[in-house]
């Protein structure tokens, strides 16, 4: 049932490469070699369906980048495509993809810049930066005049990849953000020198939805959402919709929801396959395509303090983000 209403939108959607195998079909070829027709059922739609159970596009090879970067950028390049993610949801992913996202858009040669955005200061400690030696982090951007922003931007080591840390002093910045004048709005503010020299910059929410995630949301025009492929993890997302959408009314217009990401994924437990098969109900086509499967990899390459795409450069999971980078780069033109 679940899975015709998804043929069924994937007929009406243009950009597929592979014709969804309509039941009618299926029933036919059936009929002519029943067992050859069933060794085509247990093969056929697991190969051409991905596992969202939808035929998977051809994503187009990402172009080369869009023109001069660093200082020779300003003035002569568009604006930087700001991405949050987000989840109020604890461990679903978010730093994970921040780093392996962000690691596959800089090997595409896109210039792109990680906000870390949460006082755990995960994605920091991921790319194996101590943040008790940083001295200049986002929280200064934020609430210090007059910080340059060369003054807080890590080189993480990675061609095209830069950092903006965190540590714990951010912990006290939301208490702090109530007081200030336009509260909401501080982050967009203190961005605005980096998203003319820089093609995406991906802000790592914490696990909240209070001040720091709003204006994360303020600063950005799109928004991602990982989501463990679990039972619990749909409760919350009506929530962070919820969120968005106010965002959307009352402080950025341009916020769009760029998709949902499923992550943690075990293709051989029904559980994980009908949470994504629901997500894909609900969500329809803002699911990606790309889902992110479980592997301990990520954590020994959290542990190295190295993204999964430099770690094990040709894993399965760094195959994942890249794809995930084409999925990205194709619903975010001007990234
Ligand atoms: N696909 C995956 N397979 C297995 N483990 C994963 C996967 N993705 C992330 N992890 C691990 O799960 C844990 C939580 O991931 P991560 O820190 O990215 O989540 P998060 O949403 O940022 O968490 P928080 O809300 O606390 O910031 C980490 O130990 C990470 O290494
Ligand atoms: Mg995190």
């Known amino acids: 049932m679940c899975r015709q209403t998804e043929k069924g939108r994937a007929v009406s959607e243009p950009t597929f490469a592979v014709p969804p195998k309509t039941p009618a079909n299926l029933r036919v070829a059936t009929k002519q070699a029943p067992r050859a027709a069933a060794a085509e059922q247990a093969a ?11 035929p998977f ?18 003035g002569q390049r568009s604006p930087a495509t700001v991405i949050a993610l987000c989840n109020q ?13 962000g690691a596959s858009l800089a090997e595409f ?26 001295d200049s982090t ?37 208490m702090q953000l109530i007081n200030e004048v336009a509260r909401e709005q501080v982050l967009a503010r203190a961005l605005e020198p980096a998203v003319s020299r820089y093609d995406v910059i991906l ?18 025009d799109g928004v991602i959402v990982p989501l463990e492929c679990e039972y619990f993890a749909l409760r919350g997302v ?11 009314d009352r402080l950025n217009p341009k916020l769009q929801i ?16 009908e949470v994504l098969q629901t997500l894909v109900s609900g969500w329809g086509d803002a699911v990606f395509h790309t889902v992110i499967r479980r592997t301990v990899k990520f954590s020994e390459a959290t542990v190295a303090g190295e993204p999964l795409i430099a770690y094990a450069t040709s894993s399965a999971g760094a195959d994942a983000y890249r794809q995930l980078a084409k999925e990205v780069l194709a619903r975010c033109p001007g990234a």
Do not use: W
Request: charge should be negative; charged fraction near 20%; glycine fraction near 12%.
């Open 258 to 273: 760029v998709g949902l990401l499923g992550t943690m994924y075990d293709g051989r437990t029904v559980h994980s396959r």
């Open 138 to 174: 986002i929280y200064h951007l934020m609430m210090e005049r007059d910080v340059p922003l060369d003054d807080v931007v890590i080189d993480t080591g990675i061609e095209n990849l830069d950092l903006i840390p965190s540590n714990i002093d951010f912990a006290g910045a939301e």
């Open 238 to 248: 009506a929530l962070l919709k919820g969120t968005i959408d106010k965002v959307q």
């Open 203 to 220: 802000i790592d929410c914490q696990p909240s939805l209070g001040l720091l995630t709003v204006n994360a949301l303020a600063a950005a």
């Open 44 to 54: 056929d739609p697991v190969s051409e369906l991905g596992p969202t159970g939808r």
């Open 57 to 74: 596009p051809a994503l187009p090879e990402p172009g080369p980048r869009r023109g001069p970067v660093g200082e020779a950028a300003v």
């Open 109 to 134: 040669g896109r210039k792109v810049l990680l906000v870390d955005f949460d006082p755990q200061a995960s994605l920091t400690v991921g790319l194996g930066i101590n943040p008790n030696e940083v």
């Open 89 to 101: 949801k604890g461990g679903v992913g978010k730093t994970t993809t921040v780093i392996n996202l």
